[in-house]
Every structure is written in C-alpha cells, then in structure tokens.
C-alpha cells in the first residue's frame, strides 16, 4: 500500500534557523506531492505542490521543496524561520486513484 | 469568493447515538471529501464523493457514511458513536479530480466529541 512518512513529529527551533521537515513516500509510478500547513487555529492551507519539471518548488512564505526521485523524498526547507511559521506541516502524494495519501504531520515550535 | 464551510463547528453526543455533519464545497468544485483527524494521528480519509457519486473510501467501518446532494453539498453520518469517533472531522473540495491533481481547499472542521 502507498504511504508517506513524515521523519518528525514535533521540531523546534530559533527563530532565523534553517529549517528541513523530512517526507518520503512509498509509490513508485509518477505522483504527485504537496505540503501543507495548518496554522494555530486555521484550515488546513496549501504549501506548495509538484507536478512535473523543476524539481525544486517554490511556496508561500518563502517555503520551498525539492522532490529527489531517487530517494522517493520530498523535503520541505525554509533558509530562516520566523516566530509565524509556527505551525503543523503535513505531506501529502497522490495516488492512482488521485486521492491524496497523508503524512502523519509534524508540529513545528519556533522560539522567539 | 468563499470557502468550503462545515457545520456545526461542534457535536456533542452520546455513545450510540447518530451524528450528521454538514459540508459545502467551494464553488465550482466538484469533488469533496471527508476526513477524520484525532489526536496525534494525521488526517485519515474517510469518503470521496465527486458528481453525487461516492469514489472512493477509507478503511473505516460501514456506519461512517455520506452523500453528495446535485449541488455538491455533502453530509457525512457516523451511526452507533463509539468513544474513539471523538476526532475533528474535516470536510475539503476541489475541482473534479485529475484535473486539479488532487489540489484540495479545506473547511475549518466540525469537532465530534463522544462522551
């Protein structure tokens, strides 16, 4: 069965870190790959998605993440996190049946 | 342009009881699906429904079941409640699947508790 792994379930860091939040998924064939974010008290929002091409993506709020096929990874980064970005981040693959397939998510903490 | 919207924004119930959770998609979207996210396990999918029909479910049991009205609002029913259903119910819609390669909008939720 598809599945995506999320390496962490909770992160914190400083604010101006550097941030990588791990995802792998399991399907083989081509997919399709998102990440979202759910904000303190907010819906569940769209991060940024790879379809095809470049395989580094660029986001919102300066997110951005690199699909590596060889690795079945999609890891998402951000150069210096801020307090805001406080966050849950969930990664999600697409499957054959174009239904989407979750991570467990990971809760992010940034310290002020 | 507005949301996808979930009502009621809480469900209190008793163990055994029906509960009836509400959604409507954003407009022009097609396909919506259901979810249920309790407490430190990710989103689970429950339901996909796209043109009234139901495409898709999860690996819950029969008593979680649903349907999409011809205006692509959806209802999703949980029969005889158990303890463990307490969870946030989340309701998310997009454009008829493939063509949006799975982009979907979600709503704020409808928090089931179960005492």
């Known amino acids: 069965a598809q599945s995506v792994s999320q390496h962490n379930h909770h992160v914190i860091l400083s604010e101006a870190a550097s941030l990588e939040l791990g995802c792998n998924y399991s399907y083989g064939g081509t997919v399709n790959l998102f990440w979202y974010v759910q904000y303190p008290g907010q819906h569940l929002q769209l991060l940024l998605k790879?379809?095809?091409?470049d395989p580094l993506v660029k986001g919102i709020k300066g997110f951005e993440a690199e699909f590596i096929k060889s690795k079945f990874s999609f890891n998402l980064r951000k150069p210096s996190v801020q307090w805001s970005d406080t966050a849950e981040y969930f990664c999600?693959?697409?499957?054959?049946?174009?239904?989407?397939?979750w991570g467990a998510g990971t809760k992010l903490i940034i310290k002020p | 342009e507005a949301g996808v919207t979930q009502s009621p924004t809480h469900l209190i119930k008793t163990r055994g009881q029906q509960a009836t959770l509400r959604c409507s998609p954003i407009?022009?979207?097609?396909?919506v699906y259901w979810y249920q996210q309790a407490l430190g396990l990710g989103l689970q999918f429950l339901l996909w429904?796209?043109?009234?029909?139901?495409?898709n479910r999860g690996n819950f049991p029969p008593r979680f079941s649903g349907r999409q009205f011809p205006n692509y609002s959806s209802e999703l029913n949980v029969n005889a409640l158990e303890l463990e259903d307490s969870a946030l119910y989340l309701c998310?819609?997009?454009?008829?699947?493939?063509?949006?390669?799975?982009?979907?909008?979600f709503g704020p939720g409808t928090r089931l508790t179960v005492t």
């Open positions: 998310a819609s997009s454009f008829s699947s493939g063509l949006a390669g799975g982009e979907q909008y």
């Open positions: 407009s022009g979207h097609t396909s």
């Open positions: 999600a693959a697409e499957d054959s049946n174009y239904q989407l397939i």
């Open positions: 790879y379809f095809s091409g």
């Open positions: 429904y796209d043109e009234g029909e139901e495409r």
